[in-house]
């Protein structure tokens, strides 16, 4: 690959090959004023930042960087670093991610660090809800506080107490579905490309995440008291937007198998079938070989569901139903929702493998269907 040297208004970057960069500036030492350079590895965007992040550092004409520089320059590294160290989740990081391009870098992407007035702050969150502005300032924050480190600016304006947008209180929508609901769902589903997300959540127990993240290789088909069973081994989840699941769940406990009975199963296998005769990894295939996420999951629950409740209530749905209707066993159903029992004999004693949660829902659900 040609070198390409491109002109700039301080130091120069000179790209040898895809992903390597030569960064060069001029720097005042105590020797007196000396070249330096630097080679780094990464997109030419990152070249670009870390040049910046040396004319902040070294630069006697290095400007006052706008708050978004610094979002770019340091907050931004800091936060992918503490995702692969394993300190942040992805879904959080992404998070602040959204929370900075859909309601701070408008605002204050241009405003230099060393001109926030509080006032100006406060009249921000004014036109903000609660929620946005609880994600928001946590985020304005940090970044801040790199400038301050880094001696850009004199102090946190974003540290000052500032009146929050109040609270509104919203109910969320509580209904649930008993078996004869759930039941006309698992009809009206069939053949959507959300089925198996719906069935692992509303007849095994699965929060939301948790049932788009299952693949075909964690279902097996087992048999007792003459009920087959679709055990799912759960380890991952998917999160609000991506192709890949995290694989960090809400606790340790919430990695467990699942148990779905009878036709629900059954269907479920079917599922896996099909997906893995078309070369497909994921029950919740979105249709190109790639797990769904959540926001294609709610678009779909929207389009689909004739009878809708929230999807996350469907989880409260089989929990109500499994234990009134199925009468199945208060102690089975903790476990199979990945909580942990009471007491020293629900924290250290009782460890069921996957078998004995199966004999376990076999011997109940037969009952139920006897009865």
Same mark, same amino acid.
């Given at each position: 690959?040609t070198?390409?040297?491109?002109?700039r208004?301080? /130091?120069?970057? &000179?790209?040898?090959?895809? /992903?390597?960069?030569?960064?060069?500036?001029?720097?005042? &030492? =105590?020797?007196?004023r000396?070249?330096k350079? $630097?080679?780094?590895?990464?997109?030419?965007?990152?070249?670009? +930042?870390?040049?910046?992040?040396?004319r902040v550092r070294? *630069?006697?004409?290095?400007p006052? @960087?706008t708050?978004?520089?610094?979002y770019t320059?340091?907050?931004? =590294?800091?936060?992918?670093?503490r995702?692969?160290? *394993?300190?942040?989740a992805?879904?959080?990081?992404?998070?602040?991610? !959204?929370?900075?391009?859909?309601?701070?870098s408008?605002k204050? /992407?241009h405003v230099?660090?060393?001109?926030? #007035? =509080?006032?100006?702050?406060? $009249?921000w %969150?004014d036109?903000?809800?609660?929620?946005?502005?609880?994600?928001?300032?946590?985020l304005? !924050?940090?970044?801040?506080?790199?400038?301050?480190?880094?001696d850009?600016?004199?102090?946190?304006k974003?540290?000052?107490?500032?009146?929050?947008?109040?609270?509104?209180?919203r109910?969320?929508? #509580?209904d649930?579905?008993?078996?004869?609901?759930?039941?006309?769902?698992?009809?009206?589903?069939? /053949?959507?490309?959300m089925?198996?997300?719906?069935?692992?959540?509303?007849?095994?127990?699965c929060?939301?995440g948790?049932?788009?993240?299952?693949a075909?290789s964690?279902?097996e088909?087992?048999?007792?008291? *003459?009920?087959n069973?679709?055990?799912?081994?759960?380890?991952?989840?998917? *999160?609000?937007?991506? &192709?890949?699941p995290? %694989?960090?769940?809400?606790?340790?406990?919430?990695?467990r &198998?699942v148990?779905?009975?009878?036709?629900?199963?059954? !269907?479920? +296998?079917?599922?896996?079938?099909e997906?893995?005769?078309?070369?497909?990894?994921? %029950?919740?295939d979105?249709?190109?070989?790639?797990?769904?996420?959540?926001s294609?999951?709610?678009?779909?629950?929207?389009?689909?569901?004739?009878d809708?409740?929230?999807?996350?209530?469907? !989880?409260?749905?089989?929990?109500?139903?499994?234990?009134?209707?199925?009468?199945?066993?208060?102690?089975?159903?903790?476990?199979?929702?990945?909580?942990?029992? @009471?007491?020293?004999?629900?924290r250290?004693?009782? $460890?069921?493998?996957?078998?004995?949660?199966?004999?376990?829902?076999?011997?109940?659900?037969?009952?139920f %269907?006897?009865?």
């Amino acid at each position: 690959m040609t070198k390409r040297a491109r002109r700039r208004t301080w /130091g120069s970057i &000179t790209t040898v090959e895809r /992903g390597k960069h030569i960064l060069r500036w001029v720097e005042n &030492t =105590p020797e007196g004023r000396k070249r330096k350079s $630097r080679t780094f590895y990464g997109t030419y965007k990152e070249a670009d +930042a870390e040049l910046a992040r040396i004319r902040v550092r070294v *630069g006697d004409d290095a400007p006052v @960087p706008t708050i978004g520089q610094a979002y770019t320059m340091w907050w931004l =590294p800091w936060i992918e670093r503490r995702v692969d160290d *394993g300190h942040t989740a992805r879904s959080t990081a992404d998070g602040y991610i !959204r929370s900075w391009h859909k309601i701070c870098s408008a605002k204050w /992407g241009h405003v230099p660090v060393d001109s926030i #007035k =509080p006032a100006d702050v406060q $009249r921000w %969150l004014d036109g903000l809800t609660n929620g946005d502005a609880r994600t928001a300032m946590p985020l304005m !924050r940090k970044i801040m506080d790199f400038a301050v480190k880094f001696d850009v600016a004199e102090s946190n304006k974003f540290r000052v107490d500032y009146e929050m947008p109040s609270r509104k209180v919203r109910t969320r929508d #509580k209904d649930v579905y008993d078996l004869a609901r759930a039941d006309a769902m698992f009809a009206a589903m069939r /053949g959507a490309r959300m089925e198996a997300a719906f069935i692992l959540a509303c007849f095994g127990s699965c929060r939301t995440g948790e049932s788009l993240a299952a693949a075909v290789s964690d279902l097996e088909i087992v048999e007792s008291h *003459g009920v087959n069973m679709a055990l799912v081994s759960i380890s991952k989840a998917m *999160g609000e937007t991506g &192709t890949e699941p995290v %694989l960090r769940l809400k606790n340790e406990q919430s990695v467990r &198998t699942v148990v779905v009975p009878g036709v629900y199963g059954e !269907r479920l +296998a079917e599922i896996a079938a099909e997906r893995k005769a078309v070369g497909s990894e994921w %029950l919740a295939d979105r249709g190109d070989g790639l797990p769904m996420n959540k926001s294609i999951l709610t678009y779909e629950w929207r389009r689909v569901a004739v009878d809708r409740i929230p999807f996350a209530n469907l !989880r409260n749905s089989w929990r109500t139903f499994a234990q009134a209707e199925w009468g199945m066993d208060y102690d089975l159903l903790e476990v199979l929702m990945g909580h942990t029992l @009471p007491g020293v004999t629900g924290r250290y004693y009782i $460890r069921m493998n996957p078998r004995q949660l199966a004999d376990q829902v076999g011997a109940a659900y037969a009952r139920f %269907l006897s009865s």
